[in-house]
């Protein structure tokens, strides 16, 4: 595995918020039809989904965006659509060609989940990664801490992401904005 353990402080105030907020209170919802009815589970009992916040469609395309916005720059994040390719190739793949001089760069590699839009996929991989402990954290010289997840389903590689604990706070933000939040961030976002 390219993650390992650490020795962190777990009870560090960041890592708190990151486990209450991205784990416990995870807001994907994982949408099925059955009978011709539509059905939404929540992945957490905890907190409310973005779909009881009211963010639907143009609003989860909305945060998709800001959170692809992270990545613009360096190119780093990949959804893969083609069923041949996978997560691993894809993350080494990335590694080995990648001109950045930070050896900690950001990425996100996934698969997208068949049955969630991929903003509610990208937070139930996070979610799983720390829930089930596939993560590991790399504290730099400068006491940046960098986050390595990995999910996993029946040996399939599913998502692989090396995130800054700072875009993880980012994204337990966008978690916590309301509808209305999201609009502005739209209207931002669109300039």
């Known amino acids: ?81 083609n069923a041949e390719k996978n997560v691993n190739d894809e993350r080494q793949r990335l590694i080995k060609t990648s001109n950045l001089s930070d050896p900690y ?3 996100i590699i996934f698969k997208p989940h068949s049955n969630m839009s991929d903003t509610d996929t990208i937070y139930y991989y996070i979610r799983n990664a720390i829930a089930h402990g596939s993560f590991s954290i790399i504290v730099e010289n400068n006491n940046r801490k960098i986050y390595l997840l990995h999910n996993e389903n029946k040996g399939v590689v599913k998502a692989a992401m090396r995130l800054r604990e700072s875009t993880l706070l980012k994204l337990i933000k966008y978690e916590n904005m309301s509808s209305k939040d999201i609009m502005k961030l739209r209207k931002k976002v669109n300039k």
């Open 105 to 107: 760069f950001e990425f």
């Open 1 to 81: 595995m390219w993650f390992r353990t650490s020795d962190i402080d777990y009870m560090d105030k960041n890592f708190c918020e990151i486990f209450y907020n991205l784990v416990i209170k995870c807001p994907s919802v994982e949408v099925k039809r059955e009978n011709k009815i539509t059905v939404r589970k929540k992945v957490s009992k905890r907190g409310k989904s973005f779909y009881e916040k009211g963010i639907t469609k143009k609003l989860l395309f909305t945060l998709n965006f800001a959170i692809k916005r992270i990545f613009k720059s360096n190119q780093t994040y990949i959804k893969i659509d």
